[in-house]
């Protein structure tokens, strides 16, 4: 199987948010790849590799609806 290359990006306002939550510092993580379900980061000085997922946005909006 191939090694997919990604390109890194800064990452955007709502992922800075994202970051936060998880308890990482938005300014030393890269954005490498985006999905429905994962976000996965790079950090910039030690170069770990962190898989994120991603709250599902349908149970969210039923404890919306329940509140």
Do not use: A, H, Q
Request: charged share 45%.
């Amino acid at each position: 199987m191939l090694k997919r290359e990604y390109k890194r990006r800064e990452p955007t306002n709502e992922e800075r948010i994202f970051l936060k939550s998880r308890g990482l510092i938005p300014d030393s993580w890269l954005i490498l790849y985006e999905n429905k379900s994962v976000l996965v980061v790079v950090s910039r000085r030690r170069s770990y590799r962190k898989v994120l997922k991603k709250p599902r946005k349908k149970l969210m909006k039923k404890e919306k609806e329940l509140c």
